[in-house]
Each structure stands twice: as C-alpha cells, then as structure tokens.
C-alpha cells in the first residue's frame, strides 16, 4: 500500500455478490481467532491475576472477545457524545461524559484518573 490507502479485498458472499471488505492500518484482526487482541498478552494479563490457576485457551479466547465487544461498545458511547458536539475527535471528555451518563458503566468512575 502507498500513500496511506486502504487495502480493498473482494470476495462473494451467499448471493453471489461481489462484497469488498476494506483493512484499515492497525486493524488486523489475529490469524484464525477473528480477534483484534492478541491472545498471548490477554493470557499474560489473566496469569497476573494470583488466584487463577490455570487458563484455558476457551478461557482466554472468551475474555479476549468479552474485552473486544467492551471496548466497541465504550468507543461508540464515547463517539455519540463527540457527534452530538459536531465535532470529529473522541476526547477524554466524551468518555467521561459517557461514563457518567450510563448507569453500567459507573463501575470506571475514576479510572481514567
């Protein structure tokens, strides 16, 4: 790729109709896991924790996932206050707004201090 563009894949899907899929820089998902995070450092991070013992590669794959699915859903909260500002850049203020605005998110309370 030159010049910052997207690689653009075409492929069929179940109609027969061709479908371009687009990768964007940093957004490789891992070979085979359709995961963005890798797998050894969520392991790494669960093997911190002094009370488990052993993680399966279920396990892991679960909480990679879990994290993944967490992580979009805070992204998209974040950026629906950023649109409702008209502006075009998620800040540490939207996602604080978010967090305070969302009762299941309470639990991040300060964690950005």
């Known amino acids: 790729m030159a010049g910052g563009e997207s690689e653009t894949n075409a492929s069929l899907n179940n109609n027969g ?3 371009a899929t687009e990768e ?3 957004e490789e998902e891992e070979k085979g896991s359709g995961l963005r995070f890798p797998l050894a450092r969520i392991k790494r991070i669960m093997k911190a924790d002094p009370e488990l013992g052993l993680a399966s590669q ?3 794959f679960l909480v990679a996932k879990a994290t993944e699915l967490f992580v979009e ?3 998209l909260e974040a950026y629906h206050y950023t649109s409702q500002s008209k502006k075009k850049t998620v800040s540490r203020r939207d996602v604080d707004h ?3 605005a969302i009762e ?3 639990f991040l309370d300060g964690a950005m201090d």
């Open 58 to 60: 279920d396990a892991v």
């Open 24 to 26: 964007l820089p940093g």
């Open 104 to 106: 299941a998110l309470a």
């Open 98 to 100: 978010c967090i305070d």
């Open 17 to 19: 109709v061709e479908a």
């Open 73 to 75: 859903s805070l992204a």
